[in-house]
């Protein structure tokens, strides 16, 4: 032990022997009073020589741990061997500090299993010579370690609870918002994010694409086959329109064989090239029915804002106009609609 760290343990022994002193205590009155607080909460008490580790003193509590008296063991002889180092580590550097030592330890003995805080303190010598002895008092945590862990879980699974129950709310609510035959949103869920689109492009001054879709007639394989072969074909639009935008975009079904395509952020090269894409994978698709590939096409018109359109109104009729040439020229085309150029005063 250091010398500050001796001189401060000295510290504290003449100021327990002046309160003694002051109160007029018998000299053993504040160990009978530790001792008692320590019986009092169920603290499992002993004391080790600290050059050997050999118990001198346990109290019963301490005993009743290792089911017979501590007196003359060493930890090896009680402790299991995956917890020896720990004791040992935690014991040697209590001896070099003035402030109690708290560690925690895990003793799994195959009989039991407990966790325990511990805390270390040297006991300061009568002829001022370094410590020689060490007071260890053992609290059993294994009680309250298991309520903590239940209550971690209990709150794990209320939390997984309420996010479970914040998915499927939204989940309704995104529900109600979609077409059930193609999956995508509808007309009034186009129609908002369309004024946000164009809200956020005038301020920010960036652009973003519109693209007015149409399922072209459909074969007469499939007019054939009725109501279920367009409703295969509607789904396989659906789900290409899906995976050809991204979370910032937005795919709706605004009629019967209509759609709408909102691409954030796009100027009008990329959209059409993009759109281009997705009508050679319409035009390629497998849509099987009773053993036979319905097929299928679609025309689109692409406009851009401000590029070809400086209103919201005038960016639908646009893209509209667009697909109206697109159909006119036998569909399963992707056409642009005109830029518009301001003329100088």
Not at 81 to 86: Q, V
Not at 200 to 222: G, N, Q
Request: hydrophobic content about 45%; charged content about 25%.
């Amino acid at each position: 032990m250091t010398e500050s760290n001796q001189l401060a343990l000295s510290a504290r022994a003449e100021r327990a022997a002046g309160l003694a002193q002051a109160l007029g205590l018998a000299p053993e009155a504040l160990g009978v009073v530790l001792l008692t607080l320590l019986e009092r909460t169920d603290a499992l008490f002993a004391v080790k020589e600290a050059a050997t580790g050999r118990y001198v003193h346990s109290n019963d509590r301490m005993d009743s741990l290792v089911g017979r008296p501590l007196t003359g063991l060493l930890d090896e002889d009680w402790a299991p061997t995956d917890a020896l180092h720990a004791l040992r580590a935690a014991d040697q550097s209590a001896m070099v500090q003035t402030l109690p030592q708290v560690s925690e330890h895990r003793i799994d003995t195959g009989e039991f299993k407990r966790e325990f805080t511990v805390t270390r303190l040297p006991l300061a010598s009568a002829d001022g010579a370094p410590a020689r002895h060490l007071a260890v008092v053992w609290i059993d945590m294994t009680a309250q370690r298991q309520l903590e862990a239940q209550l971690a879980l209990a709150l794990a699974q209320l939390e997984a609870q309420q996010q479970a129950a914040e998915a499927q709310r939204r989940e309704l609510q995104d529900t109600s918002l979609k077409d059930r035959a193609t999956g995508l949103y509808q007309r009034g869920h186009f129609e908002d994010q369309l004024r946000r689109e164009v809200d956020l492009s005038s301020r920010e001054h960036r652009e973003f694409a519109m693209v007015s879709v149409a399922l072209d007639p459909l074969s007469e394989r499939a007019l054939a086959l009725g109501e279920e072969a367009r409703a295969r074909i509607l789904e396989a639009l659906g789900r290409l329109l899906r995976s050809n935008t991204r979370a910032m975009d937005g795919s709706c079904r605004l009629g019967e064989d209509r759609f709408a395509v909102l691409l954030s952020g796009v100027g009008l090269a990329t959209a059409h090239s993009r759109m281009e894409g997705l009508r050679r994978q319409c035009a390629t698709q497998i849509v099987m029915l009773n053993g036979e590939d319905l097929g299928f096409t679609v025309s689109m018109g692409v406009a851009s804002f401000p590029h070809t359109a400086h209103s919201q109104e005038e960016l639908v009729d646009a893209a509209d106009s667009a697909l109206a040439e697109a159909q006119r020229r036998g569909g399963n085309l992707v056409t642009l609609a005109s830029i518009r150029f301001e003329s100088k005063q």
